[in-house]
């Protein structure tokens, strides 16, 4: 196969030039991203109940893989690690989706407080107990 590679370099005009067929070999194939995608839209780590939310807030202030591990006990540093990758490759993705759960939020937070307006909420409870709020 050399000889071929020199021969094909040298009918190029480059006697003796060598040339080397580039290819993306793969030692192992990588597991899938441990990923999963809800009912609600909200996406979790596989076989946990840790939202990609609170990773991407972790990594986001500087936590590392290990420190992320740590601060959830049901997660594998592989699972970590591999949670990470997806997040740094695709970046524009999961910034879009934490995009779209903080409207959400906004959305419950407004919902809830329609249902049940806080204003005023320390007195109704004073009064419902018969006594004045003080100043």
């Known amino acids: ?13 480059r006697p003796g030039a060598r040339e080397v067929d580039l290819q993306i070999v793969h030692a192992f194939e990588l597991p899938p991203v441990p990923l999963v995608e809800d009912e609600r ?10 939202v990609l ?37 695709r970046r524009g993705d999961v910034d879009a989706y934490m995009a779209r759960r903080a409207g959400d939020e906004v ?8 249902r049940s307006p806080s204003a005023g909420l320390r007195e109704r409870l004073l009064a419902r107990r018969g006594k004045t709020p003080s100043p």
């Open 41 to 50: 839209g909200i996406i979790r780590v596989v076989g946990s109940r840790v």
């Open 1 to 13: 196969m050399a000889d071929a590679l020199v021969e094909a370099a040298a009918s190029r005009g």
């Open 53 to 89: 939310d609170s990773i991407v807030a972790l990594f986001d202030r500087g936590a590392t893989a290990e420190e992320i591990a740590q601060s959830f006990p049901s997660l594998s540093l592989g699972d970590v690690y591999a949670v990470l990758r997806y997040i740094v490759v």
């Open 107 to 114: 959305a419950v937070r407004e919902e809830v407080e329609r």
